[in-house]
């Protein structure tokens, strides 16, 4: 993606701006990114309940993952609270968002899977996506003003 003007930049992001043809997401270092596409890829987390020893209990009936431990609770009586599903929906099957020029990926688009692989599957997904977006605007990189990516995934 480098080799094409995207940049990867591994912070938290504290602000977005998504209106508008050029985006803006900002880290928690202050620095401001600005991209004709964004691809968000937040993922997904579980809701923990809060309790007493909830952490201590992992693994040893406390679970917050039914494709990872279910197995573990085959023929037993369970109960599920909660959920992680805080989802961004996407014009399936493509990563596109009802927001021009933004793409989601991962588990925070994936209902049935959360699961790495198709995680990154899906990442590439949303870079082909953001990429023929690019090519129907008749953008091929050039004429960016200085230090301003095309596409960028944070």
Known sequence: MEKFGAQMVDDDIVEVDLAGETKTVTDSSGTVHRAKTVIVATGSGYRKLGLPNEEELSGRGVSWCATCDGFFFR?????????????????????????????????????????????????????????????????????????EPVAATV
């Open 75 to 147: 023929d037993r009586d369970i109960l599920v609270v909660g959920g992680g599903d805080g989802y961004l929906k996407v014009a399936s099957p493509s990563t596109r968002t009802n927001i021009p020029g933004v793409f989601g990926a991962g588990d925070v688009v994936d209902h049935t899977y959360r699961q790495a692989i198709t995680a990154a599957a899906s990442g590439c997904q949303a870079a082909l996506d953001a990429e023929r977006y690019l090519a129907a605007l008749g953008d091929t990189g050039t004429g960016q003003a200085a230090g």
